[in-house]
């Protein structure tokens, strides 16, 4: 670890722990559509592969390569811009039919801390992991770190495009993962994929527990939606590594294909909003200073 990286994870500690016992005001109720929409409740399998950027590689031969071809990626692409479309349209729909019901969906609400100002963030996004196949990923996400069963609260207004907590797995040193099935996928386990009408922005939230959203939902910033879990490749870890994987992408041009979906670095959003949570004003009631 760098002096660098020492630093910003010692920003994100502190932030932690000054922000421990601040409780914003929290919603636990979100919207379920009054009308289903097929166009936007595509398979886990298909909506996972359209969040796809070209972050995975292959090491072969002393060389890296991608694992998708400029074709690919290009369809990938167009096939994600159709699905955001149907996405903003069924928002804006939903929200209408909103209006009509005992709870409408409050838009107002902007960014949120997914865990409410709870656990450690760690600055470890880019960094390499191996994977089965000679393959290499890079870590495309901030992990915070906190015990199984605290709640996780969606950092933003957004609609539910991939929801699962049936996901199945065993480990054990010598097989690695195994006997995995359900959830977002192998590796990312019970979790939920949001996407946010207003930025265009993906959240992905992962190795979760439980999980209290389903696809199609429209839930506003701050809305209970999980809990911290140990699904997926989480499942291998010690006690004291218990962590929500949390990921950002948007367009961008990554691998030089206009259009591919570019991850952010989430860290420096979540410790900034802890800063600012820090450094609100103190209000004190005079009278009581002279008590
Ligand atoms: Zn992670």
Redesign the pocket.
């Known amino acids: 670890m760098t002096f660098r990286n020492n630093l910003k994870y010692a920003l994100g500690l502190a932030a932690a722990v000054f922000a421990s016992d601040m409780k914003p005001e929290i919603k636990e109720y979100h919207f379920s559509p009054l009308v289903q929409r097929e166009e936007i409740t595509l398979p886990i399998s298909k909506v996972m592969e359209l969040y796809f950027d070209c972050d995975q590689v292959f090491y072969n031969a002393g060389r890296f390569r991608y694992t998708r071809t400029i074709e690919e990626l290009n369809e990938i692409v167009t096939k994600r811009k159709n699905l955001e479309e149907e996405l903003i349209r069924y928002y804006n729909e939903q929200i209408n039919l909103s209006r009509f019901t005992f709870h409408p969906i409050d838009t107002t609400y902007g960014w949120h801390d997914p865990l409410n100002g709870k656990g450690q963030i760690k600055d470890n996004f880019n960094d390499p992991r191996k994977r089965p196949g000679r393959r290499i990923e890079k870590?495309k996400?901030s992990?915070i770190f906190l015990s199984v069963g605290n709640n996780i609260y969606s950092p933003g207004n957004v609609i539910v495009i991939a929801a699962s907590g049936n996901w199945r797995g065993k480990w054990n040193g010598k097989k690695g993962l195994y006997d995995t099935k359900g959830g977002l996928g192998d590796l990312t386990g019970n979790g939920a994929l949001l996407f946010s009408p207003s930025t265009r922005e993906y959240y992905l939230l992962?190795h979760l527990k439980d999980v209290y959203v389903n696809t199609g939902d429209i839930i506003p910033g701050g809305t209970l939606i999980g809990t911290v879990g140990k699904t997926g490749n989480a499942l291998s870890l010690r006690r004291k590594d218990d962590?929500l994987?949390f990921a950002m992408k948007k367009e961008g041009e990554a691998c030089g294909v206009p259009g591919v979906l570019q991850p952010t670095n989430p860290f420096r959003i979540l410790a900034e909003e802890r800063m600012k949570n820090l450094y609100r004003p103190i209000y004190v009631d005079e009278e009581s200073l002279y008590e």
């Open positions: 870590h996400a992990d992962a962590h994987h």
